[in-house]
């Protein structure tokens, strides 16, 4: 019975450190599915710790194309620069983060992404 639970904890722990790298493939839809399906508290961690990181991301990225495609048109076409700044940084920042959070997460330690506000 032993090697049972240590098989399920050792799934949970891969689902935990896996959650990093689904939510650089799927964003917040697939690192939202763990959340809500995760029965595991270090999955559940770091899987809320990913989440609150890709509502984030998100949320830059659709003020990004709003600056380039919104106000780029309207306003003056140093918006649409400014948006492209916005993408690239942000989406450096979401591999950076994600990766190291993977690492953290390899270590049994959960990770709490930097300038990432609490939504959940």
């Known amino acids: 019975m032993v090697p049972a639970k240590s098989s399920d904890s050792e799934q949970q722990t891969i689902l935990g450190i896996a959650v ?12 939202g599915i763990v959340y809500l399906l995760s029965d595991a508290e270090f999955s559940r961690r ?23 495609f919104g106000l780029g048109e309207l306003i003056s076409e140093w918006f649409i620069f400014i948006g492209a700044i916005i993408v690239i940084v942000v989406g450096f920042l979401n591999l950076v ?6 690492i953290k997460a390899i270590g049994g330690n959960e990770w709490t992404y930097p300038i990432a506000p609490e939504f959940v």
């Open 20 to 31: 990093h790298v689904i939510g650089l493939l799927l964003s917040v839809v697939g690192v």
């Open 46 to 68: 770091n899987a809320e710790n990913a989440l609150n990181w890709q509502i984030f991301f998100t949320i830059c990225l659709i003020i990004a194309f709003l600056f380039a």
């Open 97 to 102: 983060f994600s990766l190291w959070a993977t």
